[in-house]
Structures are given as C-alpha cells and as structure tokens.
C-alpha cells in the first residue's frame, strides 16, 4: 500500500517555507500517519534569485505555473500564494489535470469557494482549506466533522490576529489605536498597508467560510456586512471597561429561524465570556450548538509554523484518501438556502456613547426617545465632561439594529445633544 | 446511494435519552449530512419497565443483548452502559458479526482500547470514541486529524467536571472541600460515591487515551501516575492565590526525548495560562505542539446533550463510512514504543508548604538543604504561624520529581521543620 506522493508547492513566502521546512522535519511522522512518503516536487515562485530562508535544490524552482500543474507525476498541488488571480485559475486548470489541491487562501475561498468545490467534485479531485482561517486551529474540520449532529446557531470569532494585537495593546496599555499600528508594523504583525486587517476585510472573509460550514449555507465575503478599528479610542475602551466590558474585532455569525446574519465589527464582550480573554495575536472561535453548547477552540492565528502545519494536516487527509480511493466523495455542499436577515431582524445589546447638556431632564428626554422606539435600558453611566456637559453611556437590553440605526439617527438631531461619540455591539452576557 | 442505518442502543441512562432525542429532532440534518435516515431500532435496558425521560416503543425495548448483537439489519451499535464488563464482551461479539461500534466509555477504551481496535481493524469495522474524553468537545478527532502532521509535545486537561467545579467554588467563595463535595453531590454534579472523579481515576482513564492518541504511543490507565483533590486545603488555595497561582485538577501527558509521562495531580496553574481560566464543569484540553504552539480546545465535559450530540457525531462517521465503503480502514494504531519516564526524568516546578520554627537561620538552612539536592527556589513566601512558628512556602525552579520526593523526605526528618503541609507541581509559567 505504501508509496511516494509528489507535491507541487505553489508559492515560497512565509507559509511555502514553513512547508519545506516541515515536510523535511516530520518526514518519518508524516510516513507513518500516510504510509507514504512525501516529496516537494516543484516549487512555483515569482522571483527565482530571491535569496530563501530554506534550502531548496535549484532544480525544484520553477517560474512557469505549467511546471507544475501539468506534471503528471504530481498528485496533490498546495496553494500558499495568496490573492484571488492567477491562484484561481490555476486550481480550476489542475482539477483539470485530476489534482487535489490544498489552499490556505481565504481571499479565493470566500469569493469563489463554490466554484472551486463543485469542480473539485466534478473532477474527483479533493479540496481542502483548513488553513484558511484561524492558522493552527483546526476549526474548519471540527465544524464538518466534530459538530455533524449538532444545529450550530451562533459562531463568534478572534479570527484576525494583528487586530486582535492592536486592540489588546490598546486595552492594556493605554496607548492610541496609531501608536500601536506603528508598533505592530515594526514588530512584523501588520503590513505595510494594514487596510485589510485594520478594517475587518480579513476577519470577514473568515467569517464567510465559517458561517458557510457551520450553517450549510453559502455564506460570500461579500454578505458579510463589516466594520473596523480604526475609529475605536481610548475613550471608548476605557468607558467599557468601567461596565465589564474587554474591546474586541468579533465576527459573529447567527442563525434564527433559518435566516443568518454575519457581521465583523469592533464589539465590548462581557469579561466573563471565555473569548474575552483570547489576547494578542492569538485567535479563537466561540460555537454554540443546541445540542452540545458553549465550546471555544484556541490558537494561532498566523505565523510560518503554525500555517504550514494546517495546511500540512489537509495535505495528509488527501494522501489518506488517495490510498482508500475516495478523494472528492467527502464534499458537503450547503443545503440549506441562504437568507439573510434585514436589519429588523439583527438583535443585539448595544453600548451608545453621548455628550449631552449637563442638565436636568436630559436623562428623562433621551430614555423618553429610547421607549419611543422599543429600545429598553439594561445600564446607565453618566459622568460630567466638563463646560456644562454630561458624558452619557447607555447600555440597551437586547434590540433590533433597525431600532438602533433610526434611534441613532434621531440622536444626531436632537438638540440637547452634543455629539453622538461610538456605538458597539455588547456581546457575551445572555 | 441513500438508504436507511439501523442502530442498536445499548443502555438508557443519561447519554442513551439523549441519543433517542437528538436522533428524533435531528433527523433531518442527519440525513443531509449522511444521505441516509437513521433509526434507533434496538435498546438495550436492564429494567424494562423503568420510567423514562423519553417515549420509547416498547417493542424496541429489550434485556437481551442478543438481540441487539445477532440482529442482522443492526449496522452500528452504540455502547453507552459504561463499566468494563459485560461492555468489552458485546463489544467484541458485535464486531464478530460485522457490526461497527461507537462508545463513550473512556474506562473500557483506557485498559482494552488496544483489543477492540484490533478485532475492529481485523474485521473490517469501525470504532470511535469520541464523546469518551471532554463530552462535547471533539478533542480526539482534533489530535488524530488536526494535528496530523504535527509533533504533540505536551497535554494538559482538565478533563473532569465534578473537581473542577468543586475546586472552582473552593476557589472563588472560600468553603472547605466536604462541604462543596456534598454541594455537588446535592447538584446532580458528583455521585453518591464520588471516589472515581475526586481521587482523579476518571481523570487518569481519559489522559491515557489523550496521551495515546497524541503521542502515538499505548499508555493504559494504570501507567498514569494518579493523585486526587480530597487533601486540597483552603489554606493550599489561599496561598496560591497570594503567588498568582490557581489550583486545578490537572492531567498532564508529556513526551521528552521518545520518554513520555502522564500523570493526574491537583497542581497550581499560573493565572496567565488559558487553562486557569476554565472553571465550573467546564473540561478543557490544552495541547502543544512543536510546529503550531499554543492551543485549547474547550467545552461541556459531560450531560445528555453534550455527550449524546459527540456519540452521533462518530454515528455520521461510521455511516458515512458505510456509504464509502472504507470501514475500519482509517485505524491508526501506535507507532511509538511506550517508554515511561522515571522520576528523575519528570521535571516541573513544585510548591512546598511547610510550618518551621520561627527562628534566624530556618531559611538558610531550608534553602541549603534544596541546593545539596539540586533544588533551586524560584519563590519564597513566610508568614508568622503563631506559637513560634512560621510557615513558609517555597516555589522551586524546574527540578526532578525524584530530587523532590528526596526533598521532602529529608525535610520531615528536619528538627528544624515542625510540619509538611503540602507539596503539589506548578505549571503554566514557561
């Protein structure tokens, strides 16, 4: 039953290496868990020259996507590019050529996972992705495999790390949302263009494939509706937590009533809800399922290693497979349609923060406008903001996002207040 | 390819009413993940006319396990009775008749695990055991499959609910172990003969398949060093509070060098360790590995629900199996020899307790004591104890358990020393 399967490795940054590196290292475990040995075959890069932190023979490295897809001794190709083209068409052209693909591209999924499993499908071809989301956690397979008999209703991610980062720093240290940005780039955990990070592009597109699996819905980065840190200050973080609340970048994914809402937004988390604690650079999935409960799945989020190693764990499922001969029988398409819910029905707790005239009868006037529009308090905070002002933090009980949105826009117009500071979500205290 | 799973349900306690309720108000996701409906159409009972929780046809009700084991339309057969024996005879006798087995009894997996993977591989069969360790949480799918390609170094779980909420509530409102004792017992929380969760047994049966799994290596119940909750002290647990610690019920699983320990100790975590966070009957596994670091998986370690949803997750498997035509081929067994540590290979940091004569010099020579046996003291906290006396509680540097155990031997021959109130391992600072 033994025997060699040849890989082609798409991509040589962080993650291609963590690849060879490990695939060298583990050799022996990898063969006893496969009964094959495994081989990187090929390896696709832009720049040939460019100097490597892994040896890699001269005559692996190819600059011509061909080399690799249609090397008929190639069995399995791994994904570690990035971006959504050329990496698309490349996986389409080797499900083509009958290769199994392992993909650790969260862009390409969220937007054309589909397309990519029905091919793989049509061509008997296995397609996995767990390194997709949450780096080293194996969340995807503890969704398909681990809830099977479970309704998932709600799923609650830290499923992007240099936010998660940011926003710790912030929260413990005190400093500025700019200042720790700074840091996290020169510390190598934001990029140079941290928009995708800093703006919840990344944690939606995660929150996609999650929803997708753990609700058999097709769930698209671009249902997902989003919001990110940039606006989130100190102010903010530190009236939180006076009320128990740990600043957070959540995803969150729920079901009610066969309808779904999926979100990214900066979010206070009760403190004793157990992703509160997640900090740094970790992330971590909070899923609830009717059957089993509050679970939570803990990790890295990024890095070379811990990347390599998920994206190595698919590619020995694929091996497996390959030696029972049931590769692309093992593909669970959404079977349940996608509804989304309108902002009627998104309910959450919110925390609203206002400068209003320090005067009597304020309080009285803006409770007044919350009963008017169904919004009921749970908390109260109000402290004096100097120059005949009141800073005013009101916690709502659960309410409809469209009650919300048309308190907030009656809030801007109303004239005993000054300035309608932040509006957050509050999860974690049902 | 659809068609229809016949189960036979062995017991109906607790997991078995959960079982027949989640198959019932299930049954539609069930068939879109499995392409088969799934009937209970067997149930094994000792007392046929007890009341129950849940409506059952009488007809499908028996005492004969025959019945159950030589019923030909039977596929799989869930074993939720518990005990050794007669589980491990029917158990043995179904996979005879071709049947595939799903259980959760973790005392049957932690001394014949070995036996009964063997006859299922060598009949073709299936045997999974997934809701045997962490109820809800799918921690051994995680470890076979998740971390396929990784080197587990270290687990840490607290695998038991009873000590946990038990030490919790010591933890947090101060009262004396009898008295919480009985308030789980009145709670549902432990049994009447609570011996098997406070002395750690039930704790030692699950790290042995943890440690199995993860490390590839045939650990049985009785190679787990084991040491239960009952001597924990109010006193112990203030102490660690004042030093950053908390007291949890442990099961640590280690592999150094192809040696591995496993061991169930009451051992102060380090407040900063996500683990120190996981309280009531929560369970949580904590698991590191060479190339992804840090993770947890964490959940619901027991209840109907919990566990049921985690037997019928291995239910999906099995008949999805079936449908694939590959029972019994996905068998891993280990591949490591199993090599125990002795004690002079097992290395932790230690808190010791002692009540000393209040007088210049005890410490030097306390401290001088730990250096002839290559101790050194990491911490040092002394307190007046009354009557002369003082009591004094030292935190060691990573050191060996046989420099330790030698340690305190000595020490409770020192004239010097008037008590050895307490010794257990700290963890969770590295």
């Given at each position: ?18 690849i060879?590196?490990l ?10 868990q ?11 890069v ?7 932190d892994?040896?890699?023979h ?85 969704l ?50 941290p928009?995708?990070d ?8 995660k ?7 753990g ?28 009320l ?19 979100s990214?937004?900066p ?14 650079v ?6 609830y399922?009717?059957?089993?409960g509050?679970?939570?799945f ?8 811990p990347?390599?190693?998920a ?26 349609e996608?509804?989304?819910?309108s ?13 209003v ?15 008017e ?11 004096p ?10 916690v709502?009980?659960s ?32």
């Open positions: 039953m033994n025997g060699k399967v040849k890989i082609g490795l798409m991509g040589l940054g962080t993650v291609g290496t963590g060879v590196r695939v060298e290292s583990f050799q022996e475990d990898l063969y006893k496969t009964d094959s040995s495994i081989e990187v075959s090929k390896i696709l832009q720049n040939p020259d460019k100097e490597r892994v040896f890699v001269p005559d692996k490295i190819t600059t011509n996507p061909d080399d690799l897809i249609y090397d008929e001794e190639i069995e399995v190709l791994i994904e570690v590019m990035g971006g959504i083209e050329p990496a698309r068409t490349y996986i389409l052209q080797a499900f083509e050529q009958g290769k199994h693909v392992v993909t650790a591209n969260k862009d390409l999924l969220a937007a054309h996972g589909d397309e990519l499993l029905r091919k793989a499908a049509e061509k008997g071809c296995d397609l996995f992705y767990e390194a997709s989301v949450a780096g080293g956690v194996p969340i995807l397979r503890t398909v495999q681990g809830f099977s008999s479970d309704r998932i209703t709600k799923i609650m991610g830290i499923v992007n790390g240099t936010t998660n980062y940011i926003l710790t720093k912030m929260s413990q240290e005190g400093l500025p949302f700019e200042q720790v940005l700074q840091e996290a780039q020169d510390l190598g955990y934001a990029e140079a263009d928009t995708s800093v703006e919840g592009l990344d944690a939606a597109r929150m996609a494939i999650l929803a997708t699996l609700f058999h819905v097709g769930v698209q980065w671009d249902d997902v509706s989003c919001r990110g840190i940039s606006e989130v200050t100190q102010e903010d973080i530190q009236y939180g937590k006076q128990g609340y740990t600043m957070k970048l959540i995803g969150i994914a729920k079901r009610d009533d066969d309808c779904v809402e999926v990214v937004e979010t206070f988390v009760e403190n004793s809800h157990p992703i509160a604690n997640v900090n740094d970790f992330n971590a999935v909070y899923v399922g009717e059957a089993v509050e679970t939570m803990y990790g890295p989020g990024a890095g070379e290693l990347t390599a190693t994206v190595l764990s698919d590619l020995v499922a694929v091996v497996k497979n390959i030696r029972l001969g049931i590769n692309g029988r093992e593909m669970s398409f959404p079977y349940h996608k509804r989304l819910k902002p009627d029905q998104v309910f959450a707790k919110y925390f609203i923060r206002l400068i005239q320090d005067e009597s009868g304020v309080l009285a006037k803006i409770t007044q406008l919350m009963a529009n169904e919004i009921s308090l749970e908390k109260v905070l109000q402290e903001h100097g120059k005949g002002e009141a800073e005013l933090i009101l709502t009980h309410t409809s996002k469209a009650s919300i949105e048309k308190f907030l826009q009656l809030v801007r117009e109303f004239n005993i207040v000054k300035e309608l500071k932040s509006c957050y979500r509050v999860e974690g205290g049902e």
